[in-house]
Every structure is written in C-alpha cells, then in structure tokens.
C-alpha cells in the first residue's frame, strides 16, 4: 500500500429477534413504546447487534457470537450498547474509523420515524461520526414480520485506515 493512501473496507451485519409481550422494544439503546418487545438472551436490541456485526465484518476480526457468546451467563439481559461501544474500542485498537454507516429497521410497528432521529443520535455517539443514516420499513403484513412477530435490521458500514 502506497504510504499516504487510506485503506478502505466495507462491512454487512443482519439480525433477526422475535417479539414477545413483556419485553422492551430496544433499537440502539432507545426504548420505543410497543405491544410487543425483542426476545433474546441479551437486551435483544437487533439495531445494536446488527451494527456490531457490520463493524466486525468490515474490520475482519469475527462477529458478535464469538465477541459476545449468547451462551455466556453475564451477557444475559445485558444492554447491548456497551457491548457495541466495546466492539467499537476493539475495531478502534485495529486502526480503524467509521467513514459511515446506514441502516435498515423492518418491524410492522412501531412506526420508527418519531424516534428515529434519537436513535440515529445514539449510534452516532457510540461510533464518533455523525456519517450515520437509519431507516424504518414495514414488511407490508407478509411474513412472521409482517404479522408483528419479529424486527429485523440491517446495517451496512464504510471503515477507513490511513
Ligand atoms: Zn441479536
């Protein structure tokens, strides 16, 4: 690599959680009010474990099942964003920066545009850009999606080294 040129990668991260009564409706730290909340053995929040996925992807260095094991007992009920900034620290450590990240939130509710700048807010914190981007769908009634039964996210996210 010729000296005084900044390398480049790209990184992907997808996650999936059902919905369940009785559980918090966490996309990147940011509580919304809903029926139904994410199920899992962490927090479940799917925008924060998407993001970390994307981050790992890009830097090469694994993914959040072998950073933070679901079948590890302190991670229960954890909150996911520490975990996040904690990849973050560990992709940093690698000599990277986030040049942008854009996401993708599918859940049939709640509608994510009054919060979606907050949510935004938070991710940009945790990543030390403000480069960040995120976006509500619906799965238009098809699918366990369609039906309220789960929220995917999708993340996708630009990593620069100098
Ligand atoms: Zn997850």
Redesign the pocket.
């Known amino acids: 690599m010729p000296s005084g040129r900044s390398m480049q990668h790209i990184g992907l991260g997808r996650?999936?959680?059902r919905l369940v009564p009785g559980r918090r409706f966490l996309l990147a730290g940011v509580e919304l009010p809903n029926e139904k909340g994410?199920l899992?053995h962490?927090d479940?929040?799917?925008l924060?474990?998407?993001v970390i996925d994307a981050l790992l992807g890009a830097a090469g260095i694994g993914d959040?099942g072998e950073l933070f094991p679901d079948t590890e007992p302190a991670f229960k009920d954890t909150a996911?964003m520490p975990l996040l900034r904690k990849a973050f620290e560990r992709v940093k450590s690698h000599g990277w920066r986030v040049v942008n990240l854009d996401c993708v939130v599918t859940c049939e509710t709640p509608k994510l545009l009054p919060y979606r700048e907050t949510i935004r807010a938070a991710l940009a914190d945790a990543l030390e850009t403000d480069a960040v981007m995120v976006k509500g769908k619906t799965n238009e009634g098809l699918d366990a999606i369609g039906k309220g039964d789960a929220v995917e996210a999708l993340a996708i996210c630009l990593l620069e080294k100098l």
Do not use: N, P, R, W
């Open positions: 996650d999936l959680h994410e899992g962490s479940a929040d799917v924060a474990h998407a959040i996911s």
